[in-house]
């Protein structure tokens, strides 16, 4: 059985595997490491994932979703044609995409898989996240924190021994801070905090407010939000490399932004980094002198206004000596060849935390309109662990005791995730007029809640029942709806996904130009009629040379 484990990213998706003691990246069917989280629906009502999917981003925005990891456990839906899908089900068709790259490569099934979460996801994204591999016929072995994947890679790596790490990880849609140390070959991880709505999507949203104002106040053209957004994008890849960049809104009309500009742009963002990394510090009980090294994971991080904000906050350079974007799909498949005992990976030992607490409201004597929230266990301690608390009825009349189950840090229960309710009767009199409510994380993170009363009766809490989570039998219903849908053929996807970028650049090119990748265009799909494989790849090889080029600013 390989040892799978899969980075399932808001932006992007990836996919390795644990062999020959050692982590391997799976490429896709375009020979990529990274498959864009994106899908899209064709005219002919096919779906398409990954490559062909981003293609279209920009051209057929209302037929294509991207970045629905960030609303996993909601329940939004988009519309792809017929079928209205939810973020699980989108993820599950990015999951089956993976799945079958992987045993292509492999050459044999796979099904049992690590999936790394942002070590911020609460208990409701967690458990969405499972439906969506389920969805995908995997199996989760367990769930790892994105942080402590990456730092498993950076721990294993390092000749020296005993260190304390801070791991930054600054994805597309989520920040996550990890504190870990890492000792005889044991990786501890002492704190997590994090921010499940601040990541890159959030800069280029920035960027892109500047560029529509601009470009309204000073040329007064109005373009599309896609279109403005793609630009934005580019700016912000552009200003990881360059200190300036140009972007060209129309012939003779140009706008220039810089990494000082950008700064300023980001201010607001570049401040909310602050507070959970100061958290972290607090609740692992250390000062920043105290940390070995500061290891920066996730695409964004890339981004100079990040690290010099970092280098400021910490007074010294961060470490980034692996690639970003792979760490944390290596890290997954380190953990995973950890869970199903790899012999290289014998002596290592990983523990890891929950960054919320959890608890149940209590009467609150002062104001009984707002209960207090009573943590059965507290914020980043070392799991799975069990708990247990006592509660009693608040009046002698009382013959049932009402459990609310959060989620969160607040004083007020009005503040935190409600999880679910649980209702236990209670004898009308006597010793046994109380509730026992013992509380479990996993190793993936997951609550279980079983609560005893005085006299034997034990109820679970079912968390399938709280709003926005998949029952079973939406589950049933979902793994239903996917198989009637048709998917575009993997196969075909990389002929797929040209197509898509030639008309994206066809949309936004004019006169010769645009003639000219009309005649690419149709030229191509006459040939995809044909269905002969020889004469279309070696076409598609002409046909990616000349877009290449054309991107590039070489043609003509
Ligand atoms: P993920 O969700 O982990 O795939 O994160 C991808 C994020 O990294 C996206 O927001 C990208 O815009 C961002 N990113 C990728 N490459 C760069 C780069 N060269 N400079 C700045 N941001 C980047």
Not at 302 to 310: K, L, N, S
Request: charged share 25%; hydrophobic share 35%.
């Amino acid at each position: 059985m390989p040892a799978i484990g899969i980075d399932l990213g808001t932006t992007n998706s990836l996919i390795a595997v644990y062999r020959d003691n050692k982590a391997e990246l799976i490429p896709n069917v375009h020979g990529d490491y990274l498959t864009p989280s994106v899908v899209s629906v064709d005219k002919e009502g096919q779906l398409l994932t990954g490559r062909p999917a981003r293609e279209r981003l920009i051209s057929h925005p209302g037929e294509t979703a991207h970045a629905f990891k960030r609303l996993i456990g909601t329940n939004k839906t988009w519309k792809l044609g017929k079928p209205r899908l939810r973020s699980e089900e989108l993820s599950s068709l990015i999951l089956k995409s993976l799945k079958q790259d992987a045993e292509n490569f492999l050459g044999e099934t796979v099904t049992d898989v690590v999936i790394s979460v942002p070590a911020y996801f609460n208990d409701i994204q967690r458990r969405a996240t499972r439906s969506a591999a389920q969805l995908a016929g995997l199996n989760v072995i367990q769930l790892v924190n994105e942080p402590t994947a990456g730092a498993m890679v950076y721990g294993l790596n390092d000749t020296e021994d005993d260190k304390k790490y801070m791991i930054l990880d600054l994805g597309g849609g989520t920040f996550d801070i990890t504190l870990l140390e890492y000792f005889n070959e044991i990786f501890e991880v002492h704190a997590s905090a994090g921010d499940n709505f601040l990541g890159g999507e959030d800069f280029t949203h920035l960027i892109a407010e500047w560029i529509n104002n601009e470009t309204k106040t000073r040329f007064n053209i109005k373009l599309t939000a896609e279109y403005i957004y793609q630009l934005a994008e580019q700016a912000k890849k552009s200003l990881s490399d360059n200190n300036s960049h140009s972007i060209e809104i129309e012939k003779d009309k140009s706008l220039t932004i810089t990494n000082e500009l950008m700064d300023e742009i980001c201010q607001p963002l570049l401040e909310k980094l602050r507070f959970p990394i100061t958290t972290t510090l607090q609740d692992a009980d250390l000062i920043p002198d105290d940390l070995d090294d500061i290891v920066l994971i996730g695409g964004s991080t890339r981004m100079p206004v990040f690290r010099e904000f970092i280098t400021r906050m910490f007074k010294r350079f961060p470490r980034q000596s692996e690639n970003p974007d792979h760490v944390v799909a290596k890290g997954a498949a380190i953990i995973a060849g950890l869970l199903t005992q790899n012999e290289s990976l014998r002596e290592v030992v990983m523990t890891d935390v929950m960054p919320y607490s959890m608890g149940v409201g209590v009467y609150n004597e002062s104001n009984s309109e707002r209960d207090i929230f009573d943590p059965i266990i507290e914020r980043n301690q070392t799991i799975p662990i069990s708990r247990e608390n006592r509660y009693y009825p608040i009046s002698d009349k009382q013959s049932a005791i009402n459990l609310n189950i959060y989620q969160g840090e607040s004083r007020y229960v009005e503040n935190n995730l409600k999880l679910g309710t649980l209702r236990l009767n209670i004898p009308k009199k006597g010793d046994d007029r109380f509730v026992d409510v013992r509380f479990t994380y996993d190793a993936s993170g997951i609550l279980e809640v079983i609560a005893i009363t005085g006299t034997g009766t034990e109820k679970r809490l079912v968390i399938e029942q709280t709003p926005g989570e998949m029952s079973k039998e939406e589950i049933e219903a979902a793994l239903e709806k996917l198989n009637n849908i048709k998917i575009h053929p993997r196969n075909m996807d990389k002929y797929r996904a040209i197509s898509s970028r030639a008309e994206r650049l066809y949309e936004q090119s004019t006169g010769e130009n645009r003639q000219a990748l009309a005649n690419f265009i149709q030229e191509f799909e006459i040939l995809l009629q044909t269905q002969d494989i020889k004469k279309i790849e070696k076409h598609f090889e002409d046909f990616k040379q000349a877009l290449d080029d054309y991107e590039h600013q070489e043609w003509f």
